[in-house]
């Protein structure tokens, strides 16, 4: 069982994280609440806990990372999210990204296709108090049982926008997707959906993400 204690000190690196995050750009004040209250320690191997607050990413098995605050901050505040909101996450991965989310007031459904990190992280999921819905299966198909939704985030470098999840946003919802470069990397879109069903598009700089990949599997 995972160590989910959570103290003073770990407390004081994220008021710095968040003071850093602060510096770094991120304006929005619920999103650093979050941050400041969603223990990251917590979802790293015991060996990274001296620098789960530093702004960098670390492994998490499965060939999957988790990403650096200043990426999960970033991603939130495009988001956009608002209390009660219905939260589409693709890629749950170490589940730090969802439980900021839900630490925001969101209802999240999060997928994940590793199937050996979905048990990894829904066991540290059920030791903390953030309450959201996981599901192993395949992002690109996304849940259209508990569709629509009022924002999609994706965690993984997206080869295309999936036309699925397009279908399953609300009208004036937002998606939030690192879509594949010509770089070698990706560039952060905001996608804005439209009454008729079109949806508008804004870029926000290149990142580095794993991939997204369909289907599910195992290590």
């Known amino acids: 069982m995972r160590n989910t204690e959570d103290n003073y000190r770990h407390k004081g690196m994220r008021q710095q994280l968040v003071n850093q995050l602060r510096k770094e750009g991120i304006t929005n004040e619920t999103v650093l609440a979050a941050i ?7 979802f790293l191997d015991s060996s990274f806990v001296e620098f789960a607050y530093s702004d960098q990413a ?10 650096q605050p200043s990426t999960v901050a970033f991603q939130t505040e495009l988001l956009a ?44 999921l ?3 108090p953030f309450r959201l819905k996981l599901f192993l299966g395949d992002g690109f198909e996304g ?12 965690t993984a470098g997206a080869p295309c926008i999936p036309p699925k ?52 599997a195992s290590d």
Do not use: W
């Open 126 to 128: 059920e030791q903390l």
């Open 165 to 216: 999840l397009i279908e399953q946003l609300k009208p004036n919802g937002i998606m939030v997707i690192p879509m594949d470069n010509t770089e070698g990397g990706q560039t952060m879109l905001r996608i804005t959906k439209q009454p008729d069903g079109s949806f508008a598009q804004e870029e926000f700089g290149n990142f580095k993400f794993v991939p997204m990949l369909s289907g599910t």
């Open 143 to 154: 849940l259209p049982t508990y569709a629509p939704f009022d924002r999609i985030i994706i």
């Open 58 to 67: 670390f492994p998490i098995g499965s060939g999957q990372t988790i990403s």
């Open 81 to 124: 999210v608002g209390k009660g909101m219905k939260v589409l996450e693709i890629g749950t991965g170490s589940g730090y990204q969802a439980c900021v989310l839900a630490a925001m007031g969101a209802r999240v459904f999060s997928i994940e296709r590793q199937r050996n990190l979905f048990f990894r992280t829904k066991e540290i």
């Open 36 to 42: 400041k209250e969603v223990p990251r320690h917590v």
